[in-house]
């Protein structure tokens, strides 16, 4: 087999299958080799593209005052090659004056290749033509003229690769040169960091699904390292085989994963993801898997001697993760009142662990009261005499009221289906026991502190709480 055969061609091979390359693929290779240049400087380019390509496989990255950083340039260039390779790249890597002299070196050179200020001629000349790129026809043309390295192309005149090649042959011929001034313009550095794959099959089980989600999760955690740091929110999106009826589109199965604590733990991030996708499976076998990581600052703690341990927030992660996946989304969380003045109404929020509590000046302790709210309330009676709450009756206890507060009265959700309206009040009461002969002074005396209300529409009377 050549490069450049035909489909045809390949065929009549024994053996040989013919699949479409994956550009989504593609483009998060790119965007992991460009992760490993940004290790090293902020300034980061992608190199000249083929015609024939749609996507970049080089990256090239200004080193000047890196050197007071990271050394020397030829250590620069082994940590590139050795920070590559933890990513699962072999690259091929080459220091030099010029941008794209640099990158015709390492698509010529195996390993590491320094070139020295002002020999960026004698190098590229020993190179083939195509390690220059240029375009095929190019390529073609000049080996009928019987030129093949870059220093036999250098050594043709200018102006007669003006008149037969054009402006893009005297860009390729200034490049054999090693001349060419090509402007970095540095890219962006990325706000999300994803990795994708095409399935060759779909896949309708769990098992392998969680094995093709741990092989995404590894490479997303090794180039968040490169950056110290860690993922603060995960999407995943599966791409199912069954079609929208609607769009003649393939459905999708999202799911998201907020943690507590930024994290880059792979075995904490995948049972999140397995636990997840065991309470919401997906309806159909599954074709390609995206995964989109939210980048945040890794987590830092600082222990003190003499403080306790608080629990740890990847276990606690997955501790609430199981116990939701057994009671049901929104049944697992911390409790937060809601921004209404209807009895009862608070919603569960997600756990965030407090790890950093504001120390609270040392002072006198302030005397707080707090209420027992009781479950369901309970049913009572209340007498008036001229307007005030005389006697409270509950559960068969008839007790005096000796002073209160009130009434506080508040109605909401007249808009919906479920209104509700009640007056309140605050009660001091005042329990009399039975007088006993033992006891010639009288029953014991026992007061509390009550909140009653009363349902206006229903026009009952219930005890909603005791106050401590």
């Not at 550095?189 to 995404?216: A, G, K, Q």
């Not at 049972?271 to 898997?289: C, N, R, T, Y």
């Not at 009781?374 to 009756?393: C, E, H, I, M, W």
């Amino acid at each position: 087999m050549k490069t450049g055969m035909t489909k045809a061609q390949t065929e009549a091979f024994q053996g040989i299958a013919w699949r479409w390359r994956s550009v989504s693929q593609e483009s998060t290779a790119y965007a992991a080799l460009l992760d490993c240049a940004w290790t090293i400087s902020p300034r980061v380019d992608d190199g000249p593209r083929p015609e024939e390509q749609d996507f970049s496989d080089t990256a090239v990255l200004d080193l000047a005052g890196c050197e007071k950083l990271f050394g020397s340039p030829e250590k620069i260039a082994h940590d590139l090659r050795r920070v590559a390779s933890e990513v699962g790249f072999e690259a091929n890597v080459a220091v030099a004056g010029s941008s794209l002299a640099a990158v015709s070196a390492a698509q010529g050179f195996a390993g590491v290749t320094v070139i020295p200020d002002g020999d960026e001629s004698l190098w590229i000349g020993r190179l083939s033509l195509g390690a220059l790129r240029i375009p095929s026809e190019f390529v073609e043309t000049l080996k009928r003229w019987g030129i093949h390295t870059c220093a036999e192309f250098a050594a043709l005149p200018e102006i007669a690769i003006v008149e037969r090649l054009g402006q893009q042959g005297l860009r390729s011929w200034r490049l054999a040169q090693g001349t060419d001034s090509h402007p970095l313009i540095a890219k962006d550095f990325p706000s999300n960091f994803e990795e994708r794959m095409d399935l060759e099959s779909p896949v309708d089980l769990l098992e392998p699904l969680l094995f093709v989600l741990n092989r995404l999760l590894d490479q997303l955690c090794r180039r968040l390292r490169l950056h110290v740091l860690a993922i603060g929110e995960m999407k995943v999106t599966l791409t199912l085989e069954r079609m929208d009826s609607r769009n003649k589109e393939p459905l999708l199965h999202i799911r998201t994963i907020r943690l507590p604590v930024p994290a880059r733990d792979t075995k904490l991030l995948l049972k999140l993801l397995q636990l997840d996708l065991e309470a919401h499976p997906p309806s159909a076998p599954v074709m390609a898997v995206w995964m989109l990581a939210s980048p945040a600052r890794a987590r830092s703690q600082q222990l003190g001697l003499f403080l306790p341990l608080s629990p740890d927030p990847e276990r606690l992660e997955i501790t609430l993760a199981r116990i939701q996946s057994t009671v049901g989304d929104g049944q697992v969380g911390t409790p937060v009142l809601r921004d209404t003045h209807g009895p009862d109404s608070f919603q569960q929020n997600r756990f965030v662990l407090q790890e950093m509590k504001e120390k609270r000046p040392a002072g006198k302790k302030q005397a707080t009261a707090a209420m027992r709210i009781y479950r369901p309330a309970l049913q009572a009676k209340v007498d008036f005499q001229n307007g005030k709450p005389t006697f409270l009756s509950c559960e068969g206890v008839r007790r005096q009221i000796l002073a209160f507060a009130g009434p506080w009265k508040r109605k909401g959700d007249w808009w919906s289906e479920t209104p509700w309206a009640r007056e309140e009040w605050d009660v001091e009461t005042r329990t009399l026991r039975p007088k006993v002969q033992a006891e010639p002074r009288g029953g014991e005396e026992e007061t509390a502190l009550y909140r009653i209300y009363k349902d206006l529409r229903a026009k009952r009377w219930f005890v909603e709480g005791i106050y401590d």
